[in-house]
Antibody
Framework: EVQLLESGGGLVQPGGSLRLSCTAS????????MSWVRQAPGKGLEWVSA????????YHADSVKGRFTISRDNSKNMVYLQMNSLRAEDTAIYYC???????????WGQGTLVTVSS | DVVMTQSPLSLPVTLGQPASISCRSSQSLLYSDGTTYLNWFQQRPGQSPRRLIYKVSNRDSGVPDRFSGSGSGTDFTLKISRVEAEDVGVYYC??????????FGQGTKLEIK
């Protein structure tokens, strides 16, 4: 059974940093693209970042470019999102998701809440 | 970026009746490999999104056959043949043809009338 479990969310002040983690199981982790998608309270879905299975290709939304960095450790079946210079508008539930290619998101975790507030 | 526009944004439906959600993209979603990367997701209240349909019309494992997807180019539709209580939630279309970024529709909230 595929499982994706996010952790690391919490309350952080504007300008602060946070690192999210996603632990995967139930599939061959290194064969899948991993992505982060967020959802602000009461709002829709916004793709944030994606990384290839090998880690050789990474992509970020313009809204987070230069502030967020996606990475993965295939030996631990984990994907991370390092978030720096956080802003109030980054407040959201952050989901990790997997896909067979960069064109898909076939399974999502339960999400972790990040709140940026003073 | 490709803009995805859903309609309606609110969809009250009587139990047992059909429902239809439209999704339009600002440019064709047909990729050079001949595939159209258009997905549909369901988000039930308090839950994470779940993919229902991929590549326009392919149902995911475990998705009831009352859900169907259709369309081509820039116009796509998700249909529910007979709405059940468990179908309440928000439905999103998403394109994966022109990435980055993946882009989502605004969401359509389905409720029981």
């Amino acid at each position: 059974e595929v499982q994706l479990l996010e952790s690391g969310g919490g309350l952080v002040q504007p300008g602060g940093s946070l690192r999210l983690s996603c632990t995967a199981s139930g599939f061959t982790f290194s064969s899948y693209v991993m992505s982060w998608v967020r959802q602000a309270p009461g709002k829709g879905l916004e793709w944030v970042s994606a990384m290839s299975g090998s880690g050789g290709g990474t992509y970020h939304a313009d809204s987070v470019k230069g502030r967020f960095t996606i990475s993965r450790d295939n030996s631990k079946n984990m994907v991370y999102l390092q978030m720096n210079s956080l802003r109030a508008e980054d407040t959201a539930i952050y989901y990790c998701a997997k896909g067979q290619t960069f064109s898909d998101l076939d399974y999502w975790g339960q999400g972790t809440l990040v709140t940026v507030s003073s | 970026d490709v803009v995805m526009t859903q309609s309606p944004l609110s969809l009250p439906v009587t139990l047992g009746q059909p429902a239809s959600i439209s999704c339009r993209s600002s440019q064709s979603l047909l990729y050079s490999d001949g595939t159209t990367y258009l997905n549909w997701f369901q988000q039930r209240p308090g839950q994470s999104p779940r993919r229902l349909i991929y590549k326009v019309s392919n149902r995911d494992s475990g998705v009831p056959d009352r859900f169907s997807g259709s369309g081509s180019g820039t116009d796509f539709t998700l249909k529910i043949s007979r709405v059940e209580a468990e179908d309440v939630g928000v439905y999103y279309c998403m394109q994966g043809t022109h990435w980055p970024p993946y882009t989502f529709g605004q969401g359509t909230k389905l409720e029981i009338k």
